[in-house]
C-alpha cells in the first residue's frame, strides 16, 4: 500500500493533534517550573486552530490508505465535538493545573494525546485502527484519572481504570478477532458484504455479543457502567469532565460505525440486546442517582443514564435515529461539561463535592448557581435549554420504529431525573450559606468555559435548526436512500 501526498492532507487534523501533544510536552520539559501556566494558553490555542481547520474538512468524503481510514462527514462531525470539548475543558482545567507544582504540561499533553486517540475511533475504517485510536485515548485516561499522585482517591480510581479498562478491551478485541476469523477482512466496509456470502454463524453472533459488552463499557451502559461512579469521583474533577463526555462520545461513534456499517444484516439480532441494555440503562442509572449526596458521583450516574437516552438512536437504526444520536452528543458537552465546570470551582473553594456544600451558592455566587441550573435543566430535556429537543428526536425516532413503550420509559425516567437535578437546585437557591461564606472568585478562562457552556445549551435550545439538519445530513452515509 503506497502512502500519497494526498493521505496527509486528509488527515491533517489527527498529524495537527498529534504534534500539539509532542510539542506540548516538550515544552513542558523546557520551560521553567514557575513559567509553565503559558501552557494552558499554548493548548487553547493549538485546539482553537484545529477546530478551525476542521472546518475545511467540511463536504469531505474519502478513504485514506485504501479504506483503513475514513475522511468522511462522521468523523469530521465528532472531530468538531472532541475539539470543542477539549476546548472547554482545558478552559476549564486552568486553575486545577496551575496549582499543580509540576507537570502542567504533561496534563495538556495527555489531554491532546487522548483527543487524538478519540480522533481515530471516530475515522477508523478498519478494525485494527480502531482498536490502536481505542488503546491511544484509554492509556491517556488511565494516567489523568490518577494524576494526582497524593490524592488515595485518585491513586484509586487510576487502579480501578487499569483493570476494568484493560478487561474490557480484552472483550472488546476478541469480539473483534472473531469477526475478522469469520469474514477474513478487517476492512469495516467489506464485513457486510463477507457475512452475506458467509451468511450469519454462531461464532459470528458470538463476536457480536462481545463487541456489544465492550463498547457498553467505553459508553458506560448497565451492566457495564460499574466503573463510572468510584472513577468519576476519585479522578481530577477536569479529568472526569472529559471523560464523561467526549470519551463516551468516541465509544458511541465507533459502536455506530461498527455496527450500522459491518453488522447491519444482523440487525434483528444485536438490536434486541441494545434495547435491553438501553432500558436498563435509563432506569437504573436514573434511580441509583436519587440517593447521591456527592455531586461528581451523582453526575457519573446521570452521564450512566444520558448514555442510554443516546443509544435510543443506534436502536432507532434509522437516518433519523442517527442524526438524533449526534445531536444529542454534540449539546450533552455543553450540558456536562457546564455542571462539572461549576463543580471544579465549588471544589477550588470548598474542597468538597458534597451536595450539601452547594447550600446557599445562588446568593454567594450566582452566576456559578445559574451555569449550574441551565446545564441540570438541559441534561433533565426542560424546554428551553437543547436537551429538550435532543431527547424529542431521539424519543421521536424509537416512536417511529414503533418502540412506543421505549420512548414512554425514557420520558419517566426524565421526570425522575428532574428529582435529584432539583435536590441540587433546592440546595442553591433555597438553603442557607455557610456563615463567612464569601463569593466563589474564579478565574477568567473558567468563567469563559462556563459562558460558552450555559450560551450553548440556551442558544442550541432556542434555535437548533442548522445542528440537526447538520447531523441529518451526516446520517446520510449510513441511509443514503
Not at 222 to 249: C, N, Q, R
Not at 267 to 293: D, H, K, M, R
Not at 329 to 357: L, Q
Request: hydrophobic fraction near 55%; charge should be neutral; charged fraction near 10%.
Amino acid at each position: 500500500m503506497q502512502l500519497q501526498l494526498s493521505d496527509f492532507a486528509l488527515m491533517m487534523p489527527e498529524i495537527a493533534t498529534a504534534v500539539l501533544a509532542v510539542g506540548i510536552l516538550i515544552v513542558g520539559l523546557l520551560v521553567p517550573r514557575n513559567q509553565t501556566k503559558g501552557i494552558g494558553f499554548l493548548a487553547t490555542a493549538g485546539f482553537i486552530g484545529i477546530l478551525i481547520l476542521n472546518f475545511t474538512y467540511l463536504g469531505v468524503n474519502e478513504k485514506v490508505l485504501g479504506g483503513l481510514y475514513l475522511a468522511d462527514p462522521f468523523s469530521m462531525f465528532f472531530r468538531f465535538l472532541f475539539l470543542t470539548a477539549a476546548v472547554v475543558v482545558v478552559l476549564a482545567s486552568r486553575d486545577y493545573v496551575d496549582n499543580l507544582k509540576r507537570n502542567q504540561g504533561e496534563f495538556y499533553g495527555l489531554l491532546a494525546a487522548a483527543t487524538l486517540g478519540m480522533m481515530l475511533m471516530a475515522g477508523a475504517g478498519d478494525l485494527i485502527t480502531l482498536y490502536i485510536g481505542l488503546e491511544l485515548m484509554t492509556i491517556s485516561f488511565i494516567i489523568l484519572v490518577g494524576f494526582q499522585k497524593t490524592d488515595a482517591k485518585s491513586g484509586e480510581a487510576g487502579i480501578k481504570y487499569v483493570i476494568l479498562g484493560a478487561m474490557s478491551s480484552a472483550v472488546l478485541l476478541y469480539g473483534l478477532s472473531l469477526v475478522f476469523g469469520i469474514t477474513q477482512t478487517t476492512i469495516i466496509s467489506e464485513i457486510a458484504a463477507q457475512i452475506t456470502e458467509t451468511g450469519v454463524t454462531p461464532l459470528l453472533l458470538l463476536g457480536m455479543v462481545f463487541l456489544i459488552a465492550g463498547f457498553g463499557f467505553k459508553v458506560s451502559a448497565v451492566p457495564f457502567h460499574m466503573w463510572s461512579p468510584d472513577i468519576y469521583e476519585g479522578a481530577p474533577t477536569p479529568t472526569t469532565a472529559f471523560l464523561a463526555v467526549a470519551s463516551k462520545a468516541a465509544g458511541l461513534a465507533a459502536f455506530v460505525r461498527v455496527f450500522m456499517i459491518a453488522l447491519p444484516g444482523v440487525e434483528p439480532f444485536w438490536s434486541g440486546i441494545v434495547i435491553v441494555l438501553a432500558a436498563l440503562t435509563v432506569v437504573i442509572g436514573n434511580f441509583i442517582a436519587i440517593p447521591q449526596t456527592n455531586i461528581k458521583r451523582m453526575l457519573a450516574f446521570s452521564s450512566i443514564a444520558q448514555a442510554g437516552y443516546i443509544l435510543f438512536g443506534l436502536i432507532a437504526f434509522s437516518s433519523l435515529g442517527v442524526a438524533a444520536l449526534l445531536f444529542y452528543s454534540f449539546i450533552y458537552v455543553f450540558s456536562n461539561v457546564g455542571a462539572f465546570g461549576v463543580a471544579i470551582a465549588v471544589r477550588n473553594a470548598t474542597g468538597s463535592d458534597e451536595i450539601k456544600d452547594y447550600s446557599g451558592l445562588a446568593q454567594t455566587s450566582p452566576f456559578l448557581a445559574a451555569i449550574m441550573l441551565a446545564s441540570l435543566l438541559s441534561l433533565a430535556g426542560i424546554p428551553p435549554f437543547a436537551g429538550f429537543v435532543g431527547k424529542f428526536y431521539l424519543f421521536t425516532a424509537v416512536i417511529d420504529q414503533g418502540l412506543i413503550w421505549l420512548a414512554f420509559l425514557g420520558i419517566g425516567m426524565s421526570m425522575v431525573s428532574v428529582y435529584y437535578y432539583l435536590i441540587v437546585v433546592k440546595a442553591m437557591y433555597f438553603g442557607k450559606p455557610k456563615e463567612n461564606s464569601k463569593p466563589i472568585t474564579i478565574s477568567g478562562s473558567l468563567k469563559l468555559a462556563l459562558v460558552l457552556c450555559g450560551v450553548g445549551v440556551t442558544f442550541l435550545g432556542l434555535y437548533s435548526t442548522p445542528l440537526i439538519n447538520m447531523a441529518l445530513d451526516v446520517a446520510q452515509i449510513f441511509f443514503p436512500f
